[in-house]
């Protein structure tokens, strides 16, 4: 990584789930090179753990702004957390 490292989690609600959105965020973090977990949550909403170079990172949190073309993405919510390189590639989680 060149630049600055970060780490953010982030909650994105609105119709996320049985879209396609984790397989979304795998492909882009996977071509961004970002390591975190993706999974939906009991209430709906789709939580993201992202780490990586910082502009790579903020690239993705605007993918999920975006969303796959069958979701609606109606809000999300970004917390940054120190960095601690303990995130695997990116991958779904329970």
Do not use: I, W
Not at 67 to 80: E, F, I, L, N, W
């Amino acid at each position: 990584m060149n630049g600055e490292v970060v780490r953010a989690h982030a909650v994105v609600k609105g119709r996320v789930q049985m879209v396609g959105f984790r397989a979304y965020v795998l492909r882009h973090a996977s071509d961004l090179r970002l390591h975190g977990t993706v999974r939906n949550r009991s209430d709906g909403a789709l939580e993201c753990h992202v780490e990586g170079d910082k502009a790579k990172v903020e690239e993705m949190l605007t993918l999920l702004q975006r969303g796959p073309s069958h979701a609606r993405v109606d809000s999300v919510d970004v917390d940054y957390e120190a960095p601690a390189g303990d995130l695997p590639r990116m991958t779904v989680s329970a």
